[in-house]
């Protein structure tokens, strides 16, 4: 018989016996500590057995089991087929390893779970405080605002918002894109990453919207084309309203040259947003400056905490110049959101005015705990070390007869495959790829693949605090390996 609200018994979600729900969570922190202590002597990945998966394919629970049993299923069936971009030799896509105090800060962040919509509390504080410490660091000035955001895709999307309201040339949140205005353009390399489309996409411009501009060889953007298609684009009747900079591309890490760019904006009255997901953050190396020179100039400025600040996912960041534009993209203020002069409604930024997100999580503590715990310069050597590291793998890749370099070593990213006169060249693509695969499934390191110019490339991205000389050592042995082995069994393309 089903109990009334009202008797004696009473629920809620805390523990019924707090001791042993502590005791486990010791354990748990006892047991994550040893995994990222050990990370170095595991395989990179492995591939999980299907009656492993099999156990994500269970029916809704509708009665509770002890949480150490939970516990037990994440050690047996999640623990182990981790992503792997806690190891030292994951260098897969763009992707930071995140760092065992980030990952206490996350705990302490969850238990608080303050909303950091807005109000008076101490976590609003902290948040102001890690963006002005954001500014600083890029030296830009104390009036510009600034967001947490989940990550760089978020960012880029906030700052092509505000660019769009505040340079359509009439009020884009009362008529909206289809009151018969021109089209609004915006201008972007060719080696722009996927998320400056989207947002493109998502803010109703429509992709056709986003003028892809081509590169020069070492693949930044080509001035001379980009300001003839704005040009072009203003000769039939179109809008250009914005021009993006990639500070470090996904593809090979090239930088387009910001200073220049931002020369180019002012001239044609665009704004200018710098996509700096991770590249950005390089001017916290030393004697990286003067490549990224050109970023303080930007209009809004889009960078990730998550990958090259190595903190736990998800965290980036997006800063905008003129704090009012802003603001003005995203502000509502319903009646039940009204802000008060004193107590918990009270306090000048309302994060919940700037951005997508009301509820919003208290990430900012990961951030506030790293930039006091190790302090920018720390921080800037791990990055000039990656760097570092990607021209000596460079550097190595060309020493060795069965490796090719496909694209020059700009930042952290280094492309390359592995050569060999009896592959038919038709057949480098598949082979490589098989290459990378093979690579993966061994567990000894885990670079990503990606495509230039048609051919494809194994490709490194060194966000990883983690990485030693030997691990790329290793890679490149294992490399060969594969590919001589390959070789030896006469490897052919399956169809
Ligand atoms: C990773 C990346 C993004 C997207 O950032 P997320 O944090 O994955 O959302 C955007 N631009 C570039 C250049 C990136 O490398």
Same mark, same amino acid.
């Given at each position: 018989?089903?109990?009334?609200?009202?008797?004696?018994?009473?629920?809620?979600?805390?523990?019924?016996?707090?001791?042993?729900?502590?005791?486990?969570?010791?354990?748990?922190?006892?047991? $994550?500590? *040893?995994?990222?202590?050990?990370?170095?002597?595991?395989?990179?990945?492995?591939?999980?057995?299907?009656?492993?998966?099999?156990?994500?394919?269970?029916?809704?629970?509708?009665?509770?089991?002890?949480?150490?049993?939970?516990?037990?299923?994440?050690?047996?069936?999640?623990?182990?087929?981790?992503?792997?971009?806690?190891?030292?030799?994951?260098?897969?896509?763009?992707?930071?390893?995140?760092?065992?105090?980030?990952?206490?800060?996350?705990?302490?962040?969850?238990?608080?779970?303050?909303?950091?919509?807005?109000?008076?509390?101490?976590?609003?504080?902290?948040?102001?405080?890690?963006? *002005?410490?954001?500014?600083?660091?890029?030296?830009?000035?104390?009036?510009?605002?600034?967001?947490?955001?989940?990550?760089?895709?978020?960012?880029?999307?906030?700052?092509?918002?505000?660019?769009?309201?505040?340079?359509?040339?009439?009020?884009?949140?009362?008529?909206?894109?289809?009151?018969?205005?021109?089209?609004?353009?915006?201008?972007?390399?060719?080696?722009?990453?996927?998320?400056?489309?989207?947002?493109?996409?998502?803010?109703?411009?429509?992709?056709?919207?986003?003028?892809?501009?081509?590169?020069?060889?070492?693949?930044?953007?080509?001035?001379?084309?980009?300001?003839?298609?704005?040009?072009? *684009?203003?000769?039939?009747?179109?809008?250009?309203?914005?021009?993006?900079?990639?500070?470090?591309?996904?593809?090979?890490?090239?930088?387009?040259?910001?200073?220049?760019?931002?020369?180019?904006?002012?001239?044609?009255?665009?704004?200018?947003? $710098?996509?700096?997901?991770?590249?950005?953050?390089?001017?916290?190396?030393?004697?990286?400056?003067?490549?990224?020179?050109?970023?303080?100039?930007?209009?809004?400025?889009?960078?990730?905490?998550?990958?090259?600040?190595?903190?736990?996912?998800?965290?980036?960041?997006?800063?905008?110049?003129?704090?009012?534009?802003?603001?003005?993209?995203?502000?509502?203020?319903?009646?039940?959101?009204?802000?008060?002069?004193?107590?918990?409604?009270?306090?000048?930024?309302?994060?919940?005015?700037?951005? $997508?997100?009301?509820?919003?999580?208290?990430?900012?503590?990961?951030?506030?705990?790293?930039?006091?715990?190790?302090?920018?310069?720390?921080?800037?050597?791990?990055?000039?070390?990656?760097?570092?590291?990607?021209?000596?793998?460079?550097?190595?890749?060309?020493?060795?007869?069965?490796?090719?370099?496909?694209?020059?070593?700009?930042?952290?990213?280094?492309?390359?495959?592995?050569?060999?006169?009896?592959?038919?060249?038709?057949?480098?693509?598949?082979?490589?790829?098989?290459?990378?695969?093979?690579?993966?499934?061994?567990?000894?390191?885990?670079?990503?693949?990606?495509?230039?110019?048609?051919?494809?490339?194994?490709?490194?991205?060194?966000?990883?605090?983690?990485?030693?000389?030997?691990?790329?050592?290793?890679?490149? *042995?294992?490399?060969?390996?594969?590919?001589?082995?390959?070789?030896?069994?006469?490897?052919?393309?399956?169809?």
């Amino acid at each position: 018989m089903p109990t009334p609200l009202s008797t004696e018994v009473w629920e809620s979600l805390d523990p019924q016996d707090w001791e042993s729900l502590q005791a486990l969570g010791h354990r748990m922190l006892d047991d $994550i500590f *040893d995994h990222l202590r050990t990370s170095r002597d595991r395989p990179v990945w492995k591939p999980m057995p299907d009656q492993v998966r099999k156990k994500f394919r269970a029916s809704l629970p509708r009665e509770g089991q002890p949480a150490e049993a939970v516990y037990q299923s994440f050690l047996d069936n999640i623990l182990p087929y981790n992503m792997g971009n806690d190891h030292p030799r994951f260098w897969g896509w763009v992707m930071g390893n995140g760092t065992p105090l980030g990952m206490l800060a996350d705990m302490l962040a969850s238990g608080l779970n303050p909303n950091m919509g807005g109000g008076d509390h101490a976590a609003v504080e902290v948040e102001r405080q890690v963006i *002005d410490w954001c500014k600083a660091m890029f030296g830009w000035p104390e009036t510009a605002s600034g967001l947490l955001v989940s990550g760089g895709s978020v960012a880029n999307l906030i700052g092509l918002a505000v660019a769009r309201n505040a340079r359509a040339g009439f009020d884009v949140r009362r008529d909206g894109l289809m009151s018969g205005h021109p089209q609004l353009t915006f201008y972007v390399s060719s080696e722009q990453h996927s998320s400056i489309k989207r947002a493109i996409e998502i803010l109703g411009l429509g992709a056709a919207a986003l003028r892809k501009v081509p590169v020069d060889s070492a693949y930044r953007i080509d001035l001379g084309a980009l300001e003839a298609q704005i040009e072009a *684009d203003r000769e039939v009747g179109m809008h250009p309203v914005g021009l993006i900079g990639c500070a470090g591309t996904t593809n090979t890490g090239a930088v387009d040259p910001l200073d220049a760019l931002a020369d180019l904006a002012e001239q044609h009255g665009l704004w200018y947003h $710098i996509d700096g997901a991770f590249g950005a953050l390089a001017c916290l190396a030393p004697g990286v400056g003067e490549k990224l020179k050109g970023m303080e100039r930007a209009d809004s400025l889009a960078f990730d905490l998550h990958k090259w600040f190595y903190l736990p996912f998800e965290i980036g960041c997006v800063l905008v110049r003129d704090a009012e534009a802003h603001r003005r993209t995203f502000a509502a203020h319903p009646d039940y959101l009204e802000k008060a002069a004193r107590g918990l409604a009270a306090g000048e930024i309302w994060f919940g005015d700037y951005g $997508i997100q009301l509820t919003r999580s208290f990430r900012a503590l990961k951030a506030w705990m790293a930039f006091q715990t190790y302090g920018v310069d720390q921080v800037g050597r791990i990055i000039g070390r990656n760097m570092h590291q990607a021209t000596d793998l460079g550097e190595e890749v060309e020493a060795r007869p069965n490796m090719e370099l496909l694209a020059p070593v700009d930042l952290n990213v280094v492309c390359f495959r592995f050569v060999d006169p009896a592959i038919d060249p038709g057949q480098l693509n598949a082979f490589n790829e098989e290459v990378l695969i093979r690579l993966q499934e061994s567990g000894t390191a885990a670079p990503s693949g990606t495509l230039l110019e048609q051919r494809f490339a194994l490709r490194c991205a060194i966000t990883n605090h983690r990485s030693r000389g030997e691990d790329f050592d290793l890679l490149l *042995d294992a490399v060969e390996s594969i590919g001589g082995e390959m070789l030896d069994e006469g490897w052919q393309p399956s169809d």
